[in-house]
């Protein structure tokens, strides 16, 4: 999983769509270590809620905080 999330950073960050001012390795561990606790607080919490709840507000948190200033 870590080679693609690394692969989609990059290709953003060339693209001009993800800044390119903090380093991959930093954003690879946010991303995943959103999703894992994401993923392990729904199974420690006996799954009383709908994980797939969690996909727009955690797309939109990595959206905004990795979108590149249009210039």
């Known amino acids: 999983y870590l080679n693609l999330i690394d692969e989609v950073i990059e290709l953003g960050m060339k693209e001009g769509v993800f800044r390119s001012d903090i380093q991959l390795f930093t954003i690879r561990k946010m991303v ?36 590149a200033d249009k210039q």
């Open 32 to 67: 995943f270590g959103t999703l894992d606790e994401a993923v392990t607080a729904w199974l420690m919490n006996d799954r009383k809620y709908e994980l797939m709840n969690q996909v727009i507000p955690i797309h939109t948190l990595f959206i905004n905080g990795l979108k």
